[in-house]
Nanobody, 124 residues
Framework: QVQLIESGGGLVQAGGSLRLSCAGAGRNFSAYHKAWYRQAPGKEREFVAGISVTGTITKYSDSVKGRFTISRDNAKDTMYLQMNRLKPEDTAAYYC?????????????????WGQGTQVTVSS
């Protein structure tokens, strides 16, 4: 069983930055493709960014491309999401996900393990 713990969320003004972390514990944490998703109240879960096992392949949603950067440190069993030039529409609960052996996909059901989420609020 893999446990994921997100941190780094908070309240920030528009244009600011935050760095989210996702620390993993359990077997083979580093062996899977991973992703960040977000969900705002009343909206569906949305793919934000994904990263391959070795970190050489990344994928972003159009809404965050050029502003967010996903990375991972397999030696530390940790994944990151650097968020720059934040906008009020980025406000959501952010979740890290792992357990995907298919590739860097955007479909949430390919990821078997999820964290509890960390709230990001961007004020205008």
């Amino acid at each position: 069983q893999v446990q994921l713990i997100e941190s780094g969320g908070g309240l920030v003004q528009a244009g600011g930055s935050l760095r989210l972390s996702c620390a993993g514990a359990g077997r083979n944490f580093s062996a899977y493709h991973k992703a960040w998703y977000r969900q705002a109240p009343g909206k569906e879960r949305e793919f934000v960014a994904g990263i391959s096992v070795t970190g050489t392949i990344t994928k972003y949603s159009d809404s965050v491309k050029g502003r967010f950067t996903i990375s991972r440190d397999n030696a530390k069993d940790t994944m990151y999401l650097q968020m720059n030039r934040l906008k009020p529409e980025d406000t959501a609960a952010y979740y890290c996900a792992t357990g995907n052996s298919r590739g860097v996909t955007t479909t949430w059901w390919n990821y078997r393990n999820w964290g509890q989420g960390t709230q990001v609020t961007v004020s205008s």
